[in-house]
């Protein structure tokens, strides 16, 4: 819960995105996986597993609940995620439909339904895949760059 805290305050008021896997534990139990991903105050990108909860399925209003429960218990705010992604997506738009439909606010309301349309498009996943694969290159480049004994041909 401790290294939980620190995550969340590192976060501060800063935007995420929220990454969501679904998983099947060996207890045969349906787990979702959920890592957070923030730019800190340092500017670099940060990936952090933020837990694993146990869900009744897979359903879209399951992993919704779910979500709405975790950010809850941690005190993050839907108006400060800015990106999901989901591995196996085929209920992740209903999900997203359900938050839109839930949603206490016209804000809300609004932020989802930009999330939707924004999701659907190939432009933006292609995006976000381009962009994972370049900020993974980035983030081990400045990883080798401060190292203390730095090689500059290993750098490169």
């Known amino acids: 819960m401790e290294i939980t805290r620190v995550i969340v305050d590192d976060i501060g008021d800063s935007y995420f995105s929220l990454m969501v896997d ?5 207890s045969i139990k349906q787990q979702m996986g959920v ?5 800190n105050k340092n500017g670099h990108v940060i990936e952090r597993f933020l837990a694993l ?9 399951s992993l919704k609940n779910a979500i709405d429960c975790l ?3 941690h005190k993050l705010s839907l108006s400060r995620l800015r990106g999901q992604g989901y591995d196996g997506a085929s209920n992740m738009r209903e999900v997203l439909q359900n938050a839109h439909d ?6 809300s309301r609004g932020i989802v339904a930009s ?3 924004k999701m659907e498009n190939y432009q933006f996943v292609f995006v976000m895949y381009l962009m994972r694969r370049l900020l993974g290159m980035t983030n081990e480049l400045s990883l080798a760059l401060q190292q203390k004994d730095q090689n500059i041909v290993q750098a490169m």
């Open 22 to 26: 679904e998983a099947r534990g060996a």
């Open 35 to 39: 890592v957070l991903q923030y730019v």
């Open 53 to 61: 909860v146990h869900v009744p399925d897979t359903s879209a209003i």
């Open 71 to 73: 950010f809850a218990k």
């Open 102 to 107: 839930d949603g206490a606010s016209s804000n």
């Open 115 to 117: 999330l939707i349309d």
